[in-house]
């Protein structure tokens, strides 16, 4: 593994951090209810959210946070599940990841898009130490879109942390 000053920092295209899994659900996967437990998807998520960020930065990357998980449909026992999971914007050691997760039935006459989560990934270098990302080269209408809505939801995060520790009375 390179040491801090010998990371490569060039700017990487959004598109090259770009990862896909696919899965087939069970009823190992399954709730009580009978659909695809939650958790399930949330770690599918993490591991292509991982994935990515590992991608980007070119080495070791950890979940820092959810910022937003929203399940929009239910996913069904037998259902092919797909977890596109994309860089969306870096700051200096952290990179949000959005993540979108699709299901469609095995006949392929039910596909929709079940979750869209957003995830922060801190790189970290071989002490395990945050370590500088590489800055994301935003290509095309859709990515710019993307970049600068991770940049808002960056915003938000920080002012929501700055307000937390305010109403605890920290400085």
């Not at 949330?42 to 070791?60: E, F, I, N, P, Q």
């Not at 069904?76 to 870096?90: E, I, K, P």
Request: some cysteine; aromatic content about 2%.
């Amino acid at each position: 593994m390179a040491s801090m000053g010998e990371w490569d920092l060039s700017p990487r295209n959004s598109a090259d951090s770009e990862v896909e899994l696919v899965q087939l659900m069970t009823v190992v996967d399954a709730n009580n209810v009978g659909n695809v437990h939650g958790g399930t998807i949330m770690k599918l998520v993490d591991t292509a959210a991982g994935l990515s960020a590992a991608r980007h930065c070119g080495g070791l990357a950890v979940t820092a946070a959810l910022d937003e998980m929203v399940f929009l449909e239910p996913v069904y026992v037998n259902d092919l599940v797909t977890v596109r999971a994309r860089v969306n914007d870096a700051g200096r050691t952290s990179m949000e990841v959005g993540v979108r997760v699709e299901a469609e039935s095995v006949g392929g006459h039910r596909r929709v898009h079940t979750s869209s989560a957003y995830l922060v990934y801190v790189a970290l270098d071989e002490e395990g130490k945050p370590r500088p990302v590489p800055p994301v080269v935003a290509e095309g209408a859709e990515e710019q879109q993307r970049q600068r809505e991770a940049k808002v939801r960056r915003e938000a995060r920080l002012a929501r942390k700055e307000a937390i520790r305010a109403a605890r009375g920290e400085k």
